[in-house]
Nanobody, 121 residues
């Protein structure tokens, strides 16, 4: 089965940095876009950064200049590096991938289970 496995969440001091990683596991032939979204209680889930299948990236205005997204196609991994974190960055971060082609799927979209990021002193 294909799954998205997230890691890197935790407690970070304001102004600190955090790296979130997501790996797609399973017998996978290709993946379209891979990215990160976040959700705060009472608010809509929002896109943080996405690495598009064509090689371009989308970065949310709220984190532009503080976040970098990278991708390792061979390892099927996407990584979000966030710097100068603010308490408003707190929330549950979810990995997302689409257009997954695997041994058993021709077009699969997946969400990770979510990893909690808390920015606080």
């Amino acid at each position: 089965q294909v799954q998205l496995v997230e890691s890197g969440g935790g407690l970070v001091q304001p102004g600190g940095s955090l790296e979130l990683s997501c790996v797609a596991s399973g017998t996978i032939f290709s993946i379209g876009s891979m990215g990160w979204y976040r959700q705060t209680p009472g608010k809509e889930r929002e896109m943080v950064a996405v690495y598009m299948s064509g090689g371009s990236t989308k970065i949310a205005g709220s984190v532009k200049g503080r976040a970098t997204i990278s991708r390792d196609y061979a390892q099927k991994t996407v990584t979000l590096q966030m710097n100068n974190l603010d308490p408003s960055d707190s929330g549950v971060y979810y990995c997302h991938a689409d257009r997954i082609v695997s041994l058993t799927d021709r077009d699969l979209t997946l969400w990770g289970q979510g990893t909690l990021v808390t920015v606080s002193s």
